[in-house]
C-alpha cells in the first residue's frame, strides 16, 4: 500500500503543466446541458520559464459532456509564444522529446499531449499537439515553433 502512494505522489510531482481557461465559443446547440464548444486554454513550459503555449480544442456538451463522459474530438490546435526570457544555458540540458502537457479527452483511453521538441541546429523549441487514445491514436496534430536567442 505504501509503495502504491509513493508511486502516485511521484508521478503527481512529474505530472505535466495544468491549463489555465482564457475563454470558449460555443459551435453547436444541445437542447440538454451545455452546447459543444472550442475552448482555448495556455500553459507554462514547465522546463522553460518564458515560453507560454495556447491550445485550443472541441469540448463536447451535452448531457454526457456535462458529466465528464463524452469524449472529446481529437482536433486540436496549438501557438506557443516567448512571453519573458529564457535561460538559454538551460536549453540543451533539457530532455527532447518531453511531455510538457497532457489532459485527457475522454473518461479513461484518450489524453490530449503537447510533446516540447529542442532544435539545437536551428536554436527553436518545437511544440507538437496531437490526441492519443490506447488503442487508436489520431494523425491530426498541429505544431508551434519559438526561436531562442538568434544571433
Sequence with gaps: MTRAILTLLALLVAAPALAED???????????GPNDRIAVEAFDDPDVAGVTCYISRARIGGIKGALG???DPSDASIACRQVGPIDLAKLDKIKSPHEVFSERASLIFKTTQVVRFWDAKRRVLVYLSYTDRIIEGSPKNSISVVPVGLK
Design 22 to 32: 482564457i475563454g470558449s465559443v460555443g459551435y453547436r446547440f444541445k437542447w440538454v
Design 69 to 71: 463522459l463524452a469524449e
